[in-house]
């Protein structure tokens, strides 16, 4: 008889025997700032309309399947132009996925590749490798800028099949150059994935470049803007692109309750534009608060501060954060990953009164 262990090892692809699951740690009971959610609740009275919009859920049947009001609801929140197509995805995850597997040749000969700048979402290293394809990380520079000789090198060389482009960039928080994005879109012959995950903390948004170019579609979420619990990720582009996503697309992919929860929530997508500027102005807040207990930090687009330990507390990222789980604070240590980030910590943005227990836990520690 085979054991288990054994047919484990028959079976499943090496590279993925070799991965690690997305690490989510427990943080119940605790300040979590470490997964840039928004952290502001409801009202009483918010909860209760949408207690009853989901009272009306045909929970019996599957979802419409392609979601139009959903679809319409996003349109409006955020000014997207008729002319371009949407595709939507259960968190902006699936749709990473979803691209990875759309340009995955089946010939293990010939792989196609990701591109995308180093530090960055540790999702489209993941899901290129487990969809089968290479993935090339180039460095950022170490002001965490696009370093151009290597990007246009890589593009030129490789002419990678996806190049993702998060833009703020998460971990690093910051926009690129607008005339460097449009040098790589330009040089490249794939398709190039705005990633606007943190738009509505960021001064800038690419919809344009979809006038622009026929090679690049924009990417969003509605996880962090305060609904990371809906798992409602899209895609904003030519239909000749979305067509083909749409048909490697699990057909209820958009269940019932993210459906009508998402329709109702963009019907007050203003309340959730409120929230974020209460975080934009925390955000300023803190980036002082936190430089002056002697971090350096970085300047964010986003809802999180990327900041270093060096000056004061050389070397001592990885104790502050376990130090601050010890103050019941959940932070994310970047610590140990790429060399780029040594010494970071990234915080989330939380409450004022989640920001103020930070700052006592840290006062405290340093
Ligand atoms: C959080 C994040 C996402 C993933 O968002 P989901 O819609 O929750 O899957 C995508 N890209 C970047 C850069 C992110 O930080």
Redesign the pocket.
């Known amino acids: 008889m085979t054991s288990i262990t054994q047919m484990v090892e028959n079976l499943v692809r090496p590279e993925i025997r070799a991965l690690s699951a997305y690490p989510v740690g427990d943080a119940s009971g605790m300040v979590k700032l470490d997964a840039?959610e928004n952290p502001h609740q409801w009202s009483a009275e918010l909860k209760q309309a949408w207690a009853e919009k989901l009272q009306h859920a045909n929970i019996n049947r599957y979802p419409h399947p392609q979601a139009p009001k959903v679809k319409e609801g996003l349109r409006k929140a955020m000014n997207v132009p008729e002319q371009f197509d949407c595709l939507l995805g259960n968190?902006?995850?699936?749709i990473?996925q979803l691209l990875a597997m759309l340009v995955a040749p089946l010939n293990p000969e010939k792989k196609a590749t990701i591109m995308a700048p180093d530090p960055?979402?540790v999702?489209y290293k993941m899901i290129a490798t487990f969809c089968g394809l290479d993935y090339i990380g180039v460095p950022l520079t170490s002001e965490f800028e696009l370093d151009m000789p290597a990007m246009l090198k890589c593009i030129t060389e490789q002419q990678p099949e996806l190049i993702f482009l998060?833009q703020p960039?998460?971990p690093t928080a910051n926009l690129y150059s607008e005339s460097q994005l449009r040098e790589l879109i330009q040089a490249s012959e794939g398709l190039v994935i705005m990633?606007e995950?943190?738009l509505p903390f960021s001064s800038r948004n690419h919809l344009h470049f979809l006038e622009e170019f026929d090679n690049v579609l924009v990417?969003r979420?509605?996880?962090?803007v305060g609904l990371?619990g809906l798992?409602?990720?899209m895609i904003f582009g030519r239909s000749e692109w979305l067509n083909e996503l749409d048909k490697i697309r699990m057909p209820y992919n958009i269940n019932v309750l993210t459906q009508i929860s998402a329709e109702f929530a963009l019907e007050h997508y203003d309340i959730l534009l409120g929230q974020c500027e209460l975080i934009k102005q925390e955000r300023t807040r803190m980036h002082n608060a936190l430089t002056e207990l002697g971090f350096k930090c970085y300047q964010s687009e986003a809802n999180f501060i990327l900041a270093r330990a060096d000056m004061d507390f050389e070397g001592q990222a990885k104790e502050i954060f376990e130090q601050l789980k010890q103050h019941n604070v959940l932070i994310k240590c970047l610590a140990g990953g790429h060399p780029l980030l040594e010494n970071c910590l990234r915080f989330t943005i939380g409450t004022e009164s989640e920001n103020g227990l930070l700052l006592e836990a840290l006062k405290d520690i340093l």
Request: aromatic share 8%; charged share 20%; no cysteine.
């Open positions: 840039m968190g902006s995850d699936e990473i960055g979402f999702m998060a960039n998460n990633d995950a943190y990417m979420t509605l996880s962090k990371a798992r409602l990720g």
